[in-house]
């Protein structure tokens, strides 16, 4: 497709093919369309703005669909098609189907609306010889503990019903989870909290069928793997404790006292999710925690695969620094493309010999330089001073436009 060329929806579908990929074409043209006009509000015309505001009820509505019946393939076909056309529209629509795939509202007659969110938090998790797959949740009362916790604690509102999954999620696992079968989780998860009945989970279960990925470490080794809290909050759509402020300063008082409650948190209950997630494999068996912040499951995955990724750089960077002095080496980052991939690479050299090469994916609408800031930050906690900054690398590895980082 030619770029600069908006995807037309075709006029009719003769096959359930067909019909997927017409609706591809549309989920895509609506955001690119909805995008512009919230990337440019004060020249969109009267007669404009409620085209827009049709296509907005449209958009929802077919994503809400697609959502349903789990049409995955339509889903990230239609955020690749945007991702080639414009970044502003593929993140408006990456955005729109994450948030829509983790959060449910349920419309009842007569009744205040309610809705469910999918929430993550994931657990850098330090051990001696990794963790052990058999005691995964194995300690229901510190299972019971933990998820009293989250609405005592203040992560989520005391009014909410609160139902934390009992199994601690590898990143194989959650990278597994689609958007489609995410959303068919929210379901199961919001019929079991407004059922008296038990209901089937098969979406829950098909989640956790793979088990941990297995690994190398030998009893002796150091082990850092990171782990998901996954869980559902069902709660009143108007409850006052999820309202955010409309001012600003307020709103950041707000985030502010959230965040403070987390922290808290993690320091109140680390030993109960500690307790949760077993012991390690070697003798010592203690698990030592690191939390990143709660979030919606998308944006919790998006983080910790992006710290996950950082981890491995430095620790093939600390591997390469062995038998150097860190005054000796320097280091290189830049951007680079691998069968357009966009990936954030550091080279290490010391003089004209480069020692080690590691890269970090690195999405389409990340902020260049807040990545490149936090990759020198990592990367001097490690020693290393001389830290450089190129255009980019180009196909045979080699950095172009080197400049210092200021």
Same mark, same amino acid.
């Given at each position: ?14 096959s ?39 296509k907005?009820?449209?958009f929802?509505r ?18 690749e ?41 994931p657990?850098f ?8 797959p058999?005691?995964?949740?194995q300690?229901?009362?510190a ?20 139902v934390?999954?009992?199994?601690a999620?590898?990143?194989e ?20 909290l ?12 098909r989640?956790?069928s ?20 996954v ?8 409850d ?23 922290q ?12 949760? %997630?077993? *012991?390690?494999?070697? !003798?010592d =068996? &203690?698990l030592? #925690? ?5 979030? @919606?499951?998308?944006? $919790? ?5 992006a ?7 430095l ?27 966009? %990936?954030? *690479?550091?080279q290490? !050299?010391? =003089? &004209?010999?480069? #020692? ?5 994916? @690195?999405?389409?609408? $990340? ?18 001073a ?7 690398f ?13």
């Amino acid at each position: 497709m030619p770029k600069n060329k908006r995807p037309v929806p075709r006029k009719s579908a003769t096959s359930p093919e067909v019909k997927d990929e017409q609706n591809t074409t549309e989920l895509c043209a609506l955001a690119l369309d909805l995008s512009d006009g919230e990337a440019n509000p004060d020249i969109v015309a009267a007669a404009t703005r409620a085209d827009l505001a049709q296509k907005a009820i449209e958009f929802q509505r077919l994503l809400r669909r697609l959502l349903t019946q789990g049409k995955d393939e339509v889903l990230y076909g239609a955020v690749e098609l945007a991702r080639d056309e414009s970044v502003d529209g593929y993140r408006y629509l990456k955005n729109a189907i994450e948030e829509g795939a983790a959060n449910l509202v349920l419309r009842r007659e007569g009744a205040a609306d309610i809705e469910i969110d999918a929430f993550a938090i994931p657990v850098f998790v330090h051990s001696q010889g990794g963790l052990d797959p058999a005691f995964d949740f194995q300690d229901s009362a510190a299972y019971d503990a933990v998820l009293d916790s989250l609405t005592a604690a203040g992560l989520e509102s005391p009014k909410a019903k609160v139902v934390l999954v009992s199994h601690a999620y590898d990143l194989e696992e959650i990278e597994r989870i689609s958007y489609g079968q995410l959303h068919a989780m929210l379901r199961e998860a919001a019929n079991s909290l407004t059922e008296k009945k038990l209901t089937a989970a098969p979406a829950l279960e098909r989640s956790m069928s793979h088990g941990w990925t297995p690994t190398a470490f030998g009893p002796d080794d150091s082990a850092v793997e990171v782990r998901f809290l996954v869980g559902f909050a069902l709660k009143r759509a108007d409850d006052p404790f999820y309202q955010v402020p409309k001012s600003e300063k307020a709103a950041d008082a707000y985030f502010a006292r959230r965040a403070d409650a987390y922290q808290q948190w993690t320091a109140d209950f680390a030993p109960m999710v500690a307790r949760c %997630l077993g *012991r390690g494999r070697g !003798a010592d =068996g &203690a698990l030592t #925690l690191n939390f990143l912040y709660q979030d @919606l499951f998308f944006g $919790a995955r998006e983080q910790a695969l992006a710290e996950y990724a950082t981890l491995q750089i430095l620790a093939t960077m600390n591997g390469a620094m062995a038998g150097h002095a860190p005054e000796q080496l320097s280091a290189i980052i830049a951007p680079t493309d691998i069968d357009d991939e966009m %990936l954030l *690479r550091v080279q290490l !050299a010391a =003089g &004209a010999t480069v #020692l080690a090469t590691a890269d970090k994916p @690195l999405d389409l609408t $990340a902020d260049l330089e807040v990545e490149v800031d936090d990759l020198r930050d990592a990367l001097a906690s490690i020693g290393l001073a001389d830290i450089s900054v190129a255009l980019r690398f180009d196909a045979d590895g080699s950095p172009v436009d080197v400049r210092p980082l200021g």
